[in-house]
């Protein structure tokens, strides 16, 4: 191997694989928080189990694999992984869906491709698709926070937290009687509550609206906009420590935006949704830092990421407005994953030095 | 001997040369039929029929088949087969030729049987030929009952369901006439995406078995030999 050419003032950079990682991690908190303090616990329940069995699984594979565990475990992809997983599917769902899902990303996606680095698709979302396609109902049953499910003037300022989901979720006993659901509805399936913009109709929707369900309002308890507003401010923290570059994200979410809002139409039907919507009712911001910008399989050269998230976003907004399914993260980044090998070869930076052949006079 | 004669005496083998799992040819049929074991046998089956008689058709009129123009015949031959095999499903497997859909025509356009067609068929006495293609042939039709197996049982927890089709339509009982639905437990593998993965896991433990324990040793190995520069200007 040809040794590279370095010259005399070096640094070390501190910034390992495993570094990374855990500043991903932590970015994701304030998010999660958010989540947790809207929608229960389930959240954390998921996020853990992932994570254990991720972490079993890898070790059990790197073993099989003859590689040195401590080290590969140490770098925390198989925890990022677990994360972004754990984040995707809904709160109280099966525990045996958790670990098929870790199972695919983790052997399937990850280590049958090659391990990290050789993965050309993004291993929690390879995951999170084969739970969407192979068991739908279970992966549509998420449930609103209670808040949001009750009379607008029965107010009561401890529903429009997660607490009693939380409570709900450990003692399904008590679930009728002593925590008292006043709402005739008890739940609505739904990812984001753009997916019930999409999918449960129109009519249903501006029905419940107007029986006080307050799934839109911009005050809303329901927290989809501090949710992403933490994933917001996560992925900012991300791109301050220069973990991601701002070409994905900034390119995907304005994609997203300048589409919602060249399609909304307001005054007539509005079918389509607001942008307002589009960017912090759904799972944009999540998608757009952590999910869009993961090393491995995104584009690599600063050209090919703007039209990666270009590509992304308008994959999004199409799967969202005229497709069916849930949300459309997964699908669009996996799409994008697959463009992802022509965009760098189509983006090359220019080499110092050649190119440009007239300029240099030859 | 030359090399094509060679390849066709030796190279028509279940397991190291299987058209499928080693030749990755006919992939279309296998990844999309192989959803229930009643499906994968029932179209390996015809293909089985398809490609023994093409063969042995071909080697036959090999001396009337003109070399500019054998793939035209070749097509010709395994087009006519396979329209009297739909006929004759329509008549007698009629709920199981529903079940296979398209799949049942294009038995006409499966590669294993052109190319395999193409290597012995033109050097071979028909006795040789039909040895040849059988054993092929129930390469292909082990292998895609293989997949169709484990699929069936990953999407549905069991195997062998409808086999009531794979009788043909005067024995089967008139209630049981059109496939069940039965309840899917994990629908990917129901997906083709989901046989493409798992004919990559077959592949991959195939060649697992044959590196490691050696099964595929009887197979003449070639030595790769070192590439010699015939000139060398300089150093490098």
Redesign the interface.
């Known amino acids: 191997m040809q040794s590279l050419a370095a010259c005399s003032p070096l640094q070390h950079s501190r910034l390992t694989i495993g570094r990374i990682m855990l500043l991903v991690v932590v970015a994701c908190i304030p998010g999660i928080s958010m989540a947790t303090w809207f929608f229960g616990y389930g959240l954390i329940i998921n996020i853990g189990l992932a994570i254990c069995v991720a972490l079993a699984l890898e070790a059990a594979i790197l073993t099989i694999r003859q590689k040195n565990v401590r080290l590969h475990l140490a770098d925390n992809s198989a925890l990022v992984t677990a994360v972004l997983f754990g984040i995707a599917i809904p709160p109280g769902c099966p525990w045996w869906i958790v670990v098929i899902g870790i199972f695919f990303a983790i052997v399937v996606a990850k280590h049958i491709y090659g391990g990290l680095g050789q993965n050309p698709f993004n291993p929690a979302m390879c995951g999170y698709l084969l739970l969407l396609l192979s068991f739908p109902l279970e992966m549509a049953s998420w449930y609103l926070p209670s808040g949001s499910l009750l009379e607008q003037q029965s107010f009561n300022p401890l529903s429009w937290s997660g607490l009693q989901q939380s409570m709900l979720l450990s003692m399904p006993f008590l679930a009728v009687d002593s925590i008292s659901m006043h709402a005739s509805i008890d739940g609505l399936a739904m990812a984001t509550p753009l997916a019930e913009f999409n999918m449960a109709g129109k009519s249903a929707l501006l029905a419940a609206q107007e029986s006080g369900l307050s799934i839109f309002a911009r005050t809303s308890g329901t927290g989809w906009e501090l949710v992403n507003i933490g994933y917001l401010l996560g992925g900012l923290f991300l791109l301050y420590r220069r973990i991601i570059s701002w070409h994905i994200p900034l390119s995907l979410i304005v994609t997203v935006g300048l589409l919602a809002m060249f399609f909304y139409a307001p005054g007539s039907s509005a079918a389509y949704g607001t942008p307002y919507l589009h960017l912090f009712g759904s799972a944009t911001m999540i998608g757009a830092f952590f999910i869009a910008t993961d090393p491995v399989s995104a584009a690599t050269t600063n050209k090919g990421k703007i039209v990666y998230g270009i590509v992304i976003g308008c994959a999004i907004y199409a799967i969202r407005v005229w497709g069916s399914y849930l949300d459309s993260i997964a699908l669009a980044v996996l799409f994008g994953n697959f463009c992802a090998p022509a965009l760098d070869h189509f983006c090359r930076p220019r080499i110092y030095g050649h190119g440009r052949s007239k300029e240099l006079g030859s | 001997m030359s090399n094509l004669e060679y390849q066709a005496n030796q190279g028509a083998s279940l397991w190291q040369n299987n058209p499928v799992l080693v030749q990755l040819l006919g992939l279309s049929p296998v990844l999309a039929v192989s959803n229930t074991v009643v499906n994968g046998l029932g179209l390996g089956v015809a293909t089985a029929i398809v490609f023994i008689l093409s063969c042995v058709t071909a080697s036959l009129a090999r001396k009337y088949i003109s070399y500019t123009w054998r793939f035209v015949w070749y097509l010709l031959i395994m087009a006519s087969y396979t329209t009297i095999l739909e006929f004759l499903m329509r008549a007698y497997y009629f709920p199981l030729y529903q079940e296979l859909g398209i799949y049942v025509p294009l038995i006409c356009c499966n590669f294993a049987i052109l190319i395999r067609m193409e290597i012995q068929s033109s050097m071979l006495n028909w006795k040789l030929t039909a040895r040849d293609s059988a054993l092929v042939a129930a390469g292909f039709l082990l292998a895609i009952v293989l997949l169709a197996t484990l699929r069936e049982f990953v999407a549905t927890g069991s195997v062998l369901n409808d086999w009531q089709l794979l009788l043909a339509t005067p024995w089967l009982p008139e209630v049981n006439q059109s496939a069940t639905t039965g309840s899917v437990i ?4 129901n ?1 083709q995406p989901a046989a493409l ?1 798992l004919l ?2 077959i592949v991959a433990a195939k060649n697992m078995l044959d590196s490691r324990f050696g099964f595929g040793s009887t197979a003449e190995k070639e030595t790769v030999k070192p590439v010699t520069r015939a000139r060398v200007t300089g150093s490098l």
């Open positions: 994990f629908s990917f593998a997906l993965i990559g896991l």
